[in-house]
């Protein structure tokens, strides 16, 4: 089964301070990758996505993640935190393509001045 | 267009009532998707439709029965729903439909969600 774990459910960076979100993910094939975020009472917003090919993957907004199939990670960065960047991040896993995904338990990322 | 869109916004509801809620999308997009949010949580999946059809159903209580009156439109009725169902209900849709087996990557645009509150 597939499964995907966020370590730290809260993260404080300082406004122009690196980001790190770290995502472990348990799969028996090569998945499909995400991560979303969620600013509060709005939707989910996709960051970024593996899917194959180049294992460092760009996304909006400057965020970047790094597909590890040796550490079966996928952790997200920006090298330089903003105010703006607050919000609940969520990586996921999906093996359909993207009709069933799931959920990590989220991250909320706090940013200080 | 390339926007998913719900209403209502907000929705405060007891428990004899009856009541929908609604996603829209105009992007062509073949699967719409039902997700339950509880405050501090992640996501989960209810339902999946593809092609108009309910591909996919995660074991959801009958209180919460789908709808797919077009390819445009996924509605979800509420009936007689209990205090734990409180929550944010996110609809998303694909551009690709469900063919039974893995495909290639079918990104999901997510709506922005109502806010459920049921006393």
């Known amino acids: 089964a597939q499964s995907v774990t966020q370590l730290g459910s809260h993260v404080s960076v300082s406004e122009g301070a690196l980001v790190l979100l770290r995502c472990n993910y348990s799969?028996?094939?090569?998945?499909?990758l995400f991560w979303y975020v969620q600013y509060p009472n709005q939707g989910l917003q996709l960051l970024l996505k593996?899917?194959?090919?180049?294992?460092l993957v760009k996304g909006i907004n400057g965020f970047e993640a790094e597909f590890k199939k040796s550490e079966t990670s996928f952790h997200l960065t920006k090298p330089s935190a903003h105010m703006s960047d607050a919000a609940e991040y969520f990586c996921a896993v999906s093996l359909t393509g993207g009709f069933k995904t799931i959920f990590g338990a989220g991250t909320r990322l706090f940013v200080k001045a | 267009d390339t926007e998913v869109t719900q209403t209502p916004k907000h929705l405060v509801m007891g428990m004899t009532n009856k009541k929908s809620l609604k996603c829209e999308q105009h992007m062509g997009h073949r699967a719409m998707y039902w997700y339950k949010q509880k405050a501090k949580k992640p996501p989960e999946l209810m339902f999946v439709y593809s092609y108009e059809k309910l591909s996919i159903n995660e074991s959801v209580p009958s209180r919460f029965s789908p709808e797919c009156p077009n390819s445009s439109l996924l509605n979800l009725h509420l009936h007689a729903l209990q205090p734990e169902d409180s929550a944010l209900y996110l609809c998303a849709s694909s551009q690709k439909g469900w063919e039974g087996r893995e495909s290639s990557y079918n990104e999901q645009f997510f709506g922005p969600g109502t806010r459920l509150t049921v006393l």
């Open positions: 593996y899917t194959t090919g180049a294992t």
């Open positions: 799969s028996s094939v090569p998945p499909y």
